[in-house]
Protein backbone atom coordinates (compact mmCIF):
# COMPACT_ATOMS: atom_id res chain seq x y z
CA UNK A 1 0.00 0.00 0.00
CA UNK A 2 1.01 3.66 -0.63
CA UNK A 3 -0.10 6.85 0.94
CA UNK A 4 -0.28 10.07 -0.63
CA UNK A 5 -0.79 13.29 1.10
CA UNK A 6 -1.36 16.55 -0.40
CA UNK A 7 -0.51 19.79 0.62
CA UNK A 8 0.05 23.63 -0.69
CA UNK A 9 -3.26 24.41 -2.14
CA UNK A 10 -5.52 27.51 -1.52
CA UNK A 11 -6.34 30.82 -2.64
CA UNK A 12 -4.13 32.51 -5.06
CA UNK A 13 -4.82 35.35 -7.15
CA UNK A 14 -5.27 35.44 -11.20
CA UNK A 15 -1.45 35.50 -12.80
CA UNK A 16 -0.26 34.53 -9.12
CA UNK A 17 1.66 31.08 -8.29
CA UNK A 18 1.51 28.06 -6.09
CA UNK A 19 3.44 24.99 -5.34
CA UNK A 20 1.07 21.72 -4.65
CA UNK A 21 3.34 18.84 -2.88
CA UNK A 22 2.74 15.22 -2.33
CA UNK A 23 4.35 12.68 -0.29
CA UNK A 24 4.68 9.17 -0.21
CA UNK A 25 4.93 6.50 2.20
CA UNK A 26 4.29 2.99 2.63
CA UNK A 27 5.67 0.57 -0.33
CA UNK A 28 7.59 3.45 -2.72
CA UNK A 29 9.12 0.82 -4.10
CA UNK A 30 6.52 -0.35 -6.04
CA UNK A 31 6.15 3.12 -7.74
CA UNK A 32 6.35 3.67 -11.25
CA UNK A 33 5.38 7.15 -11.60
CA UNK A 34 3.25 9.99 -10.20
CA UNK A 35 0.82 12.32 -11.37
CA UNK A 36 -1.69 14.98 -10.70
CA UNK A 37 -4.75 15.43 -12.00
CA UNK A 38 -7.75 18.04 -11.22
CA UNK A 39 -11.75 18.17 -10.86
CA UNK A 40 -13.52 21.08 -11.09
CA UNK A 41 -17.23 21.92 -10.07
CA UNK A 42 -19.11 19.89 -12.34
CA UNK A 43 -16.57 18.28 -14.58
CA UNK A 44 -14.59 15.02 -14.89
CA UNK A 45 -11.09 14.81 -13.47
CA UNK A 46 -8.31 15.61 -15.40
CA UNK A 47 -4.69 14.96 -16.09
CA UNK A 48 -2.85 17.78 -15.30
CA UNK A 49 0.92 16.18 -15.14
CA UNK A 50 3.29 13.04 -14.32
CA UNK A 51 6.27 12.07 -13.57
CA UNK A 52 8.36 9.00 -13.78
CA UNK A 53 10.35 7.57 -10.24
CA UNK A 54 13.35 8.15 -11.78
CA UNK A 55 12.87 11.54 -13.13
CA UNK A 56 13.64 10.68 -16.14
CA UNK A 57 10.40 11.34 -17.69
CA UNK A 58 8.05 14.31 -17.36
CA UNK A 59 4.22 14.78 -19.03
CA UNK A 60 2.20 17.54 -19.37
CA UNK A 61 -1.17 18.53 -20.35
CA UNK A 62 -1.79 20.92 -23.06
CA UNK A 63 -3.73 23.08 -20.48
CA UNK A 64 -0.57 23.47 -17.79
CA UNK A 65 2.23 23.25 -20.39
CA UNK A 66 4.71 26.08 -20.26
CA UNK A 67 2.86 26.88 -17.37
CA UNK A 68 3.37 24.18 -14.71
CA UNK A 69 6.74 21.90 -13.54
CA UNK A 70 6.70 18.96 -12.39
CA UNK A 71 9.36 17.51 -9.98
CA UNK A 72 10.06 14.48 -7.81
CA UNK A 73 12.59 14.36 -5.04
CA UNK A 74 13.26 10.64 -4.23
CA UNK A 75 14.97 11.00 -0.54
CA UNK A 76 11.75 12.19 0.41
CA UNK A 77 9.59 10.67 -1.83
CA UNK A 78 7.92 13.96 -2.09
CA UNK A 79 6.72 15.38 -5.59
CA UNK A 80 5.67 18.66 -6.13
CA UNK A 81 3.80 20.61 -8.46
CA UNK A 82 4.68 24.42 -9.51
CA UNK A 83 2.25 26.49 -11.63
CA UNK A 84 2.49 29.62 -12.47
CA UNK A 85 0.49 32.20 -14.36
CA UNK A 86 -3.13 31.38 -12.45
CA UNK A 87 -6.14 31.27 -14.07
CA UNK A 88 -9.48 31.42 -13.06
CA UNK A 89 -9.99 27.87 -15.42
CA UNK A 90 -7.28 26.47 -13.10
CA UNK A 91 -9.77 26.19 -10.14
CA UNK A 92 -10.46 22.70 -8.99
CA UNK A 93 -9.39 19.90 -6.54
CA UNK A 94 -6.01 19.03 -7.05
CA UNK A 95 -5.11 14.81 -6.56
CA UNK A 96 -1.78 13.58 -5.91
CA UNK A 97 -1.75 9.73 -7.54
CA UNK A 98 0.54 7.01 -8.12
CA UNK A 99 0.73 4.20 -10.33
CA UNK A 100 3.07 0.60 -10.77
CA UNK A 101 2.31 0.93 -14.14
CA UNK A 102 4.97 1.89 -16.48
CA UNK A 103 2.76 3.68 -19.29
CA UNK A 104 -0.29 5.68 -19.87
CA UNK A 105 0.34 8.25 -17.05
CA UNK A 106 -1.62 10.51 -18.53
CA UNK A 107 -4.80 7.91 -17.86
CA UNK A 108 -6.15 8.05 -14.53
CA UNK A 109 -7.19 4.49 -14.99
CA UNK A 110 -3.42 3.82 -14.53
CA UNK A 111 -3.45 4.93 -10.67
CA UNK A 112 -3.82 2.81 -7.97
CA UNK A 113 -3.04 4.86 -5.01
CA UNK A 114 -4.90 8.65 -4.57
CA UNK A 115 -4.59 11.52 -2.18
CA UNK A 116 -7.66 13.24 -0.72
CA UNK A 117 -7.01 16.45 -2.94
CA UNK A 118 -6.34 19.51 -1.86
CA UNK A 119 -8.30 22.70 -3.14
CA UNK A 120 -6.91 25.29 -5.43
CA UNK A 121 -9.09 28.71 -5.81
CA UNK A 122 -7.82 31.04 -8.46
CA UNK A 123 -9.97 34.40 -8.07
CA UNK A 124 -9.36 38.18 -7.37
Known amino acids: QVQLVESGGGLVQPGGSLRLSCAAS????????MGWFRQAPGKEREFVAA????????FYSESVKGRSTISIDNAKTTVALQMNSLEPGDTAVYYC?????????????????WGQGTQVTVSS
Open 97 to 113: AATPRRMDYDSSQSYTY
Open 51 to 58: ITWSGSSR
Open 26 to 33: GSTWSISG
